[in-house]
């Protein structure tokens, strides 16, 4: 299994910044996409940005400009760095991968992680 574990998260004021990250752990796995999403009370929970392995990184267009998501795959560790944050960034924010295991060296997979999460709070 893998485990996915956040932090860095807050409260901070309007238009400050915040830096995120989560460090993936556990038994052999090779991880391929790595991403954030959050979830605003009483919403659904939506996309923020994601990374490839290889560094292509797509992000919502709310975020576009302001936030930044990085990967440091010797580490199996994700970023990002949240600026020019805004009260409607609020929320519990998640990490997320795909990631093989291997079983007596099988593979298997490949299955979809999460972290517990780790809030964040934008007050104006």
């Known amino acids: 299994q893998v485990q996915l574990v956040e932090s860095g998260g807050g409260l901070v004021q309007a238009g400050g910044s915040l830096r995120l990250s989560c460090a993936a752990s556990g038994s052999v796995f090779t991880i391929y996409d790595m991403g954030w999403y959050r979830q605003a009370p009483g919403k659904q929970r939506e996309l923020v940005a994601t990374i490839t392995s290889g560094g292509s990184t797509n992000y919502a267009d709310s975020v576009k400009g302001r936030f930044t998501i990085s990967r440091d795959n010797a580490k199996n560790t994700v970023y990002l760095q949240m600026d020019s944050l805004k009260p409607e960034d609020t929320g519990v924010y998640y990490c997320?991968?795909?990631?093989?295991?291997?079983?007596?060296?099988?593979?298997?997979?490949?299955?979809?992680?999460w972290g517990p999460g780790t809030q964040v709070t934008v007050f104006s």
């Open positions: 997320n991968t795909h990631a093989t295991i291997y079983i007596n060296l099988i593979p298997r997979g490949p299955y979809a992680y």
